[in-house]
Structure formats: C-alpha cells, structure tokens
C-alpha cells in the first residue's frame, strides 16, 4: 500500500516569496492533516480535514497560510508571503477515521527554508 | 491548545542502557499516543493507549499510561543504536483533538 506522498521535499524562497506543497494521503483515508514541525520541537497542527471540511484551523496564520482539499482528496498548503519565521518542514498525515486514537501515517515531509 | 510537557529534551546513552521518558500534562488526556521519528521521515506511531493505568509492551518497549490519564511513560530497556531517534507523545483531547509534545532526542551510542 502506497504511503502519504507529499512534494517538493525541499524548498528555498526568499522573504515575500510564494510556495506551495500537495499532499497525496493514503487512498480511502477520510481525515487530512497539515503539520508544521520547527527545528527541535514537535509538530503542531496547522490545519485538519475531513473530507473536504475543515474539522480545525485554529492555529493556521490565515493571513500568510492557505490550504484546500478539493474533491477530498489531495491537499495543497499554500505560504504567501513567506516569513523568515515559516523555515520548518511541513508535514501531511491521513488517517482513516476522525477520532484521535486511530493511526496517523505521515508522509516524509516538504523542508522549507526562507532566507 | 493543550499543553505537552516531555522530559528530558535530549538523552545520551550506552548501548545495552536502560533509559525512561515522560509525558505531562495539566489536562486530563481522551487518548496518548507514542510516536517515533528519524531524520528525514515523518513520525512513526509505536502505541496507543487509551485506559488509566493501561500498560503496553512491543518488544523492549513498556508503555504506561498514568491513572488519572494526565501522563505518560516510556521505558527501554536494553537501548540499541536502532532506538535513537525523537520520541514524540501525543495527547487526544476531546473526540478529535491531538496535540504533540516537542519529543525527547534519544541518541544511543555503540
């Protein structure tokens, strides 16, 4: 069975630049995540879906950051424009069901670096 | 958002070592998981427990969860090379909701 896919794996912009990463989660998998994980902390969630609802984007910086998740599938998390301050790698996970005591499966994450 | 607290931040260890990490928070957890991570990858789910007290073990790996569910424990025993990586604990609050701790950096050296 093929893993969370996720694109480009690593990007460097300048400051006020645009970017964009896509996510493929596992296919069936109803519930989408976005992560952002900073050097040496751990991820923090950016924005769930289920299907293609938003089930939480509390903590999405709506004014920089953008994601969709068109016929409930793929995912796009967008940055514009980018601060020094979103140098992180971004993680996408799926999971089957919505609850928090299933399994999420992450993909191998997309590192971006603004200068 | 519910806060994580994960002890120690970083661990250096001799192989054949035993070691424990830790999971608090001031909130009572609806679910905790353990995930691991290594450099490049996204994290890796190891457990999930969901009852006070409950105790999980996978192979050198035990796993508790405290009574009142506001904590969470990890114990190696034996540490190996291949158990160097973050340890990440994520707590479930509510139906839906989970929030990752900022993982503990175990280093095991030959």
């Known amino acids: 069975e093929a893993g969370v896919a996720q694109s480009p794996r690593y990007k460097i912009i300048e400051k006020r630049q645009s970017v964009a990463f896509w996510c493929n989660p596992i296919s069936g998998h109803a519930t989408l995540y976005w992560y952002q994980q900073i050097l040496g902390q751990g991820p923090k969630l950016l924005i769930q879906?289920?299907?293609?609802?938003?089930?939480?984007d509390s903590q999405l910086p709506k004014d920089r950051f953008s994601a969709e998740r068109l016929k409930g599938v793929d995912s796009t998390l967008k940055i514009q424009p980018a601060k020094l301050e979103d140098s992180a790698v971004y993680l996408c996970a799926s999971s089957s069901g919505l609850a928090n005591t299933g399994e999420l499966f992450f993909g191998e994450g997309s590192r971006l670096t603004v200068l | 958002t519910q806060l994580l607290e994960q002890s120690p931040q970083f661990l250096s260890i001799q192989e054949g070592e035993n070691l424990t990490v830790y999971c608090n928070s001031s909130?009572?957890?609806?679910?905790l998981q353990w995930y691991r991570q290594e450099p490049g990858e996204g994290p890796v789910l190891l457990v999930t427990?969901?009852?006070?007290?409950e105790v999980k073990k996978l192979k050198r790996l035990t796993f508790q969860f405290g009574d009142a569910r506001k904590d969470s424990s990890l114990h190696i025993t034996a540490a190996q090379p291949g158990d160097t990586g973050l340890y990440l604990c994520a707590g479930g609050f509510g139906s839906y909701q989970l929030t990752f701790g900022k993982g503990t950096k175990l280093s095991v050296i030959p």
């Open positions: 909130s009572v957890f609806s679910s």
């Open positions: 879906f289920q299907n293609n609802g938003v089930v939480d």
């Open positions: 427990v969901v009852t006070g007290g």
